[in-house]
Every structure is written in C-alpha cells, then in structure tokens.
Nanobody, 115 residues
Framework: QVQLVESGGGLVQPGGSLRLSCATS????????MGWYRQAPGKQRDRVAS???????NYADSVKGRFTISRDNAKNTLYLQMNSLKPEDTAVYYC?????????WGQGTQVTVSS
C-alpha cells in the first residue's frame, strides 16, 4: 500500500507561483510513473504533468513552459513548481502514482488563483 500526501496549495494572485509537494510512503524509485492531476468544479480530472521512472516528463499543453515536475529520490517526494499562474489553474491538485499496475492517489490540495 502506498500513501501519497500533498501539500503546498493555497491562494495566490495571477502571475504568482506555488510549489506543490507529494510525499510518498514508499520508495519513489519503485514507481513506474508519478504525476499531478487537477480537477476544477464541475469538470473532469485532467492530467497536468507526469514523470516516468526514467525521468521522462510530459506536460499538458495548457501548462507547458509554466509548470515543472520534478522529484527528490532521497526524500521520496514529488514536486510541481507552478509559475505564471492563471485563474484557470484554479483546481484541486492530486498526486498520482502507478506501482506494479496499481494506481494510487493523494487526498488533493486546493490551488486558488485570484486577485
């Protein structure tokens, strides 16, 4: 069983930055894929960014050039650095992990971009 705990969400003005963290209960190097998803009210949950075991990254078009996904293997923590935030980035952000074909999700952290 893998536990994922997100942190770092909050209220930020347009153009601002936030860094989300996702602490894992297991070795991050055992995860096939890890990533971040987000869900705005009344909308489906969409993938924001992902990183494979080989450190290949992938981003949604809407966040390319603004968001960066990374991981700290020693701390077993996944990050999402979010810059130039826009009101449309407002959502609950979820950490995701795939381990041995099983999916795991965090509880989510709220990000609100508003002036």
């Amino acid at each position: 069983q893998v536990q994922l705990v997100e942190s770092g969400g909050g209220l930020v003005q347009p153009g601002g930055s936030l860094r989300l963290s996702c602490a894992t209960s297991g070795s991050i190097l055992s995860m096939n894929v890890m990533g971040w998803y987000r869900q705005a009210p009344g909308k489906q949950r969409d993938r924001v960014a992902s990183i494979s075991l080989g450190a290949r990254t992938n981003y949604a078009d809407s966040v390319k050039g603004r968001f960066t996904i990374s991981r700290d293997n020693a701390k077993n923590t996944l990050y999402l650095q979010m810059n130039s935030l826009k009101p449309e980035d407002t959502a609950v952000y979820y950490c995701y992990a795939n381990l041995a074909s099983r999916e795991y999700w965090g509880q989510g952290t709220q990000v609100t971009v508003s002036s």
